[in-house]
């Protein structure tokens, strides 16, 4: 069990894959600043990787400053300002593009897209599937 | 060498069970003979032929597979055995399997002390018989060994054993075509010494053979070499006519003239002649055969000190019938007869006995004794002479309670 | 330092060469992911390294010795787990834990009591009444204790279920002390090596036809698909990395094997004008069945 969700897809770099989700979870409220983060060799045997990819991976979220190493508890999430309104956009980067491409493919211009994005943005508010 | 004495412990515990087995066949060879020895029996061939079958079929066949045994959970022929990857050498394995052999070579003979102390063996008796009983199980190891070295597993072991058989047959079948039936009978000495030799190549293929395997796994090379070995001991008892070098062969100095003396064959029987007391000590309970006798120049003693396995009644008529005739030439070589005729026993086929001499008339004797003579031939000689090295021991009956007491 | 080098390694069964000239590099600290069809030369390798088999040509070199040398010091820092190998299945768990320990003087009682509860393989069980799944187990838990600086596996995971493949991957992990030790894995499950390792290999007819960082090769690996306009493709005298090149009405698509940005920008505009040309990442999986099937020589990246 791991603070924080992920699913590791075949065929993506794994480093991208957690860096992407560590983030999400920090900017999504999931990991909190203070909250204690997973251990290399947690890491390594949750998500069945190597070690050394587990390490690499600590070391970069320490490096762009989202967790920060402590020497008696280990690795914390770090305090920061919550994320900019750019960054937290910039997470969604990978679905938009998604999402532009197949409205490029059915031939929907860009209006006809964000009419469906705020359609549905409504339907899900008030349904209270999401928060 | 605790990491060598690790991997027999390992064996052992595999093999207990089998281990198991073959003791209790040992004993129950060995106790099957002491019946024999003790009972009159005669008649009942089929125990007989039950007690010859244990010690000439059954044990032999397990003390082959016990070979195999040791070997097949640790195979050294190539691929990946489990050994191979771990942190043994093949010296080691080697060690620890020869180690472990060599244990199950003696067992038979320590199995055997407490029968023979049972019936008065002499440190000097123990000592031949314990020799005579080891060489069995080594010889039947050095059978197995290359078969096992060669196989990958038991089933494996059993096809190239098969193998090996036919190519036996193969190979005497080549001899018999090739020597045919020579005019000129093979001079004993030639006999032995190509024994021995043949003796000689085959341990040397067998080390050599296990060697390979173990340290290098090339089962074909070992195949070729014992294959090879196969023929030259072809070439051997086709063409080898030397004999053994006279100093190997067995002093015979003849000393003095042959005293001819017949003894019943039972524990406790003696007789006199001429000064010469014969007693037989015991009838040496291990089947294949020893009774010991002991000769004197003095009287006996008292029949009280006697086993008291002596027969009640010295007078009942005994069934053996037949005179074994065993005589030794010059050249070490023994040969022996068996005869229902006491008119063929003259003086001049007599030879000379060494002082203690063993000999097992089954490995002995020439080939034509008849079937029903086997069981009784059973009792093999033994003979320790005081004071005398020449003497021709006879085991009868009958005939001699004329002489003396029996 | 390398902890496994082949230099020019060949294999002769009869007249047929299984190994040819085989180059493999494994540096410390990685998990050598070694893939390749059916008889394509992985066990032979394996059993090379592992000196159960010799060379006829070349050179192996395991832990800095020459393979045909392996001795015991090297090998109580080998682990080895093969679907090949049979253990002694006469032996109970405990007393193959039992049989095995005296030989490994860094064998580690305690991390052998923990691998113990967490493979859940009952220790007086016989060998040979296990199933498959904990067969591979107990080879492998006689294998770790003793914290092996390699350990090499050959096809660990053929027959076994989803859940034993984790509790196996969770144990090789668990000895893990980082940049001391490596793996040598080779396997059909490729699905299972991807996320594991960190170097990739490719043997194919005995040779290799490449080996490098696993991010490297996913990373120059891309599916195209592409959906045309008005304007006709120009297909002809593809890149040399384009593999399976085809084209149905207005639908292209290939597998492009040197992946790069730039050429990614000019060939799109360059042959593909007026399309939607789409890259997509591949599973190492599917990258492997491309190769298998594509017969084209130039696989290797760009410039190697």
Same mark, same amino acid.
């Given at each position: ?131 | ?67 195999? =045994? ?30 472990? /052999? ?21 440190? =000097? ?122 100093? /190997? ?158 | ?304």
């Amino acid at each position: 069990m791991l603070p924080f969700s992920i699913q590791l897809e075949l065929g993506l770099p794994i480093t991208e894959q957690i860096l992407f989700a560590v983030k999400k979870a920090v900017v999504g409220g999931q990991l909190r600043p203070g909250d204690k983060f997973p251990s290399v060799r947690a890491l390594s045997q949750e998500l069945k990787i190597n070690p050394n990819t587990a390490h690499k991976v600590v070391a970069a979220l320490v490096a762009e400053g989202v967790l920060v190493t402590t020497p008696a508890v280990g690795s914390i999430v770090a305090a920061r300002g919550d994320g900019g309104r750019v960054e937290k956009a910039e997470l969604l980067g990978a679905e938009v593009e998604r999402l532009v491409v197949e409205a490029k493919k059915l031939g929907l211009d860009q209006d006809a897209v964000l009419e469906a994005v705020a359609a549905h943005w409504e339907k899900l508010t008030e349904k209270r599937i999401l928060r | 060498m605790s990491l060598t004495w690790h991997i027999v412990r390992k064996d052992i515990t595999r093999l207990r069970w089998v281990i198991l087995l073959w003791v209790v066949a040992l004993a129950g060879e060995m106790t099957l003979a002491s019946l024999q020895a003790t009972l009159d029996v005669e008649g009942h061939t089929l125990f007989y032929m039950a007690a010859w079958t244990f010690g000439n079929v059954f044990i032999p066949v397990i003390g082959y597979g016990l070979v195999m =045994g040791l070997q097949d959970d640790d195979p050294v022929t190539e691929g990946d055995s489990f050994w191979m990857t771990r942190p043994i050498t093949g010296g080691r394995l080697l060690s620890a399997k020869a180690l472990l /052999l060599a244990l199950l070579c003696l067992l038979p003979a320590v199995i055997s002390v407490p029968f023979w102390l049972g019936h008065d063996f002499g440190l =000097g008796a123990l000592r031949q018989s314990s020799l005579h009983v080891l060489w069995r199980q080594v010889l039947i190891s050095l059978l197995a060994v290359p078969f096992a070295v060669i196989s990958s597993s038991g089933a494996k072991f059993v096809t190239n054993t098969l193998v090996g058989m036919v190519a036996v047959l193969g190979l005497w079948l080549l001899y018999r075509l090739v020597a045919g039936g020579g005019p000129t009978p093979i001079p004993d000495p030639v006999l032995v010494s190509r024994g021995w030799l043949i003796l000689a190549i085959w341990v040397f293929a067998a080390g050599a053979a296990a060697l390979n395997q173990y340290y290098r796994h090339r089962t074909r090379r070992s195949v070729a070499l014992l294959v090879t070995a196969a023929f030259a001991c072809l070439a051997v008892s086709l063409w080898w006519d030397r004999g053994v070098p006279a100093a /190997l062969a067995a002093g015979t100095a003849r000393r003095a003239e042959p005293v001819l003396i017949e003894v019943a064959a039972r524990a406790g029987a003696h007789i006199s002649r001429d000064g010469h007391t014969v007693r037989i000590i015991s009838v040496i309970p291990d089947f294949s055969r020893t009774i010991v006798l002991e000769v004197s120049e003095s009287e006996p003693e008292s029949s009280a000190t006697y086993p008291a396995s002596l027969s009640e009644n010295p007078d009942a008529p005994h069934p053996q019938e037949h005179y074994l005739l065993v005589s030794q030439d010059d050249g070490r070589a023994m040969t022996a007869e068996v005869t229902r005729n006491p008119e063929e026993l003259h003086a001049d086929r007599v030879r000379y006995f060494r002082s203690t001499l063993v000999f097992n008339p089954y490995r002995d004797l020439p080939g034509n004794v008849p079937s029903n003579m086997a069981p009784w031939i059973a009792g093999a000689v033994l003979v320790k002479v005081e004071g005398r090295d020449a003497a021709l021991f006879r085991l009868a009956d009958p005939p001699a309670r004329k002489d003396g007491k029996p | 330092m390398n902890v496994i080098e082949t230099h020019q390694l060949s294999r002769r069964y009869g007249k047929a060469d299984a190994l040819h000239g085989l180059d493999l590099t494994v540096p410390t600290g990685s998990i050598f992911a070694f893939i390749g069809a059916n008889g394509a030369g992985k066990t032979t390798t394996i059993k090379v390294l592992m000196n159960l088999l010799e060379p006829t040509g070349g050179i192996a070199r395991v832990l800095g010795v020459d393979s045909r040398k392996l001795g015991p010091r090297q090998r109580e820092k080998i682990g080895y787990v093969s679907e090949n190998q049979k253990l002694p299945d006469w032996m109970t768990v405990r007393q193959l834990l039992d049989y095995c320990r005296p030989f490994y003087p860094t064998w580690d009682r305690d991390l052998e009591a923990k691998l113990l509860k967490q493979f859940e393989l009952p220790p007086d069980r016989r060998i040979r009444q296990l199933s498959r799944g904990m067969m591979m187990k107990a080879a492998l838990l006689s294998s770790l204790p003793y914290r092996p600086k390699l350990l090499v596996l050959d096809e660990p995971f053929s027959g076994l279920d989803p859940l034993v493949r984790d509790e196996f991957v969770r144990g090789m992990l668990e000895v893990s002390q980082q940049s001391e030790w490596t793996i040598f894995i080779s396997s059909h499950d490729i699905n299972e090596v991807e996320q594991l390792a960190d170097r990739v290999g490719l043997i194919d007819a005995g040779r290799m036809q490449f080996a490098e960082p696993i991010d490297a090769l996913m990373g120059r690996f891309r599916r195209v698909d592409v959906t045309l306009g008005n304007a006709e493709p120009r297909l002809e005298s593809p890149p040399p990395g384009w593999l399976e090149v085809e084209r149905m009405g207005n639908h292209v698509r290939f597998v492009d094997s040197q992946f790069s940005g730039e050429s990614f920008e000019s060939y799109r505009s360059g042959r593909f004008p007026d399309a939607d040309v789409v890259p997509a990442p591949m599973k190492l999986r599917e990258i492997f069945v491309t190769l298998a099937k594509s017969r084209r020589v130039q696989v290797a990246p760009a410039g190697a």
